[in-house]
């Protein structure tokens, strides 16, 4: 553990954070205006297919990342019509849209490409040194020598940050999913503002996704997101709906999965007597754990009183 060990895996770490850290934050927003979306796992995966698409046809990673936002948002206004429009139950509305992203990528993945050839590749994003700070003890290797997607994601994470906690938007967001019935009556659009929190989610998914294939990956898999939306939305129990403190978890689960990526490369990688999946299991088994713990710990319930629940105007719940 010693110096030149620790920045590497500190810098691989901020990196995996940054995907389930957008997701998360996304989700978040999303949850504040009373609407759980559980689609998050089949945004991440649709973003993370169309971004390797657009990044592939078009040798382009910053069309990469467009399409990327677009393939989530696509399922984030089939959310929306389930959800907001037609009043669905919303629990089943995101298991739908998970199963249905789940074959159609694959579907359409293995019409695109040959099956059982090597996996076309992209190219991905050079690192950006930023002047002076990089060159920061053990700090600027860490965060300031990472590719311009990832400073500008957590950029965003920032900026969404601050908007929900701070401008009238966002507290008219926390109002519609705390009383919905009162926001209606003061002249809120209940329906418009959960609009924009699944949309918010699904672009943050999307983005999540192209990330993962643009800055770290470089190919795309079947399920090639492994659950990373399923820990996007632990991580909003875990932040206590604060999105700082959401990314905060992604961050603790970045760490946790680079720890297991070097683990196995000292243990043989997949020659280790030791299965590999079990080092892949590592991060989410610690990450469930810290959530159980911190929802144990926790002095009060921080979930929006109505998350979950369909609004329906003149109706009382």
Excluded at 74 to 83: A, Q, T, Y
Excluded at 109 to 138: C, K
């Amino acid at each position: 553990m010693n110096i030149d060990f620790l920045i590497p895996l500190l810098s691989m770490a901020f990196v995996l954070s940054i995907p389930v850290g957008l997701a998360a934050v996304g989700e978040c927003i999303c949850q504040r205006t009373g609407l759980l979306n559980l689609g998050v796992e089949g945004m991440m995966l649709m973003g993370a297919l169309t971004a390797f698409l657009g990044a592939f046809y078009f040798d382009s990673s910053w069309i990469g990342v467009l399409t990327g936002v677009a393939g989530g948002v696509s399922l984030g206004i089939l959310m929306g019509v389930l959800c907001i429009s037609i009043k669905a139950e919303q629990v089943v509305s995101g298991i739908v849209v998970v199963l249905l992203s789940l074959g159609l990528t694959s579907y359409l993945y293995g019409s695109l490409f040959h099956v059982g050839t090597t996996p076309p590749r992209i190219e991905g994003l050079a690192l950006l040194h930023i002047p002076l700070l990089s060159n920061i003890p053990v700090i600027g290797p860490i965060l300031f020598q990472q590719t311009s997607l990832v400073y500008a994601s957590l950029a965003l994470i920032v900026l969404l940050s601050w908007m929900l906690e701070r401008t009238s938007l966002g507290l008219a967001l926390q109002a519609v999913g705390e009383k919905p019935e009162a926001g209606d009556a003061a002249g809120l659009s209940v329906d418009g503002l959960r609009w924009f929190g699944i949309l918010i989610s699904s672009a943050m998914a999307g983005l999540g996704g192209a990330v993962l294939i643009i800055a770290q990956l470089h190919l795309f898999a079947d399920h090639i997101t492994a659950g990373r939306g399923w820990i996007a939305i632990a991580l909003v129990i875990f932040g206590r709906w604060k999105p700082l403190w959401v990314f905060a978890g992604a961050l603790l689960f970045g760490v946790v999965d680079a720890i297991q990526l070097k683990i196995q490369v000292v243990a043989g990688g997949i020659d280790s007597a030791i299965p590999f999946e079990l080092f892949q299991a590592l991060p989410y088994v610690i990450t469930m754990a810290v959530l159980v713990l911190s929802a144990m710990r926790a002095r009060r319930n921080a979930q929006p009183s109505a998350l979950g629940i369909p609004f329906i105007k003149g109706q009382k719940h």
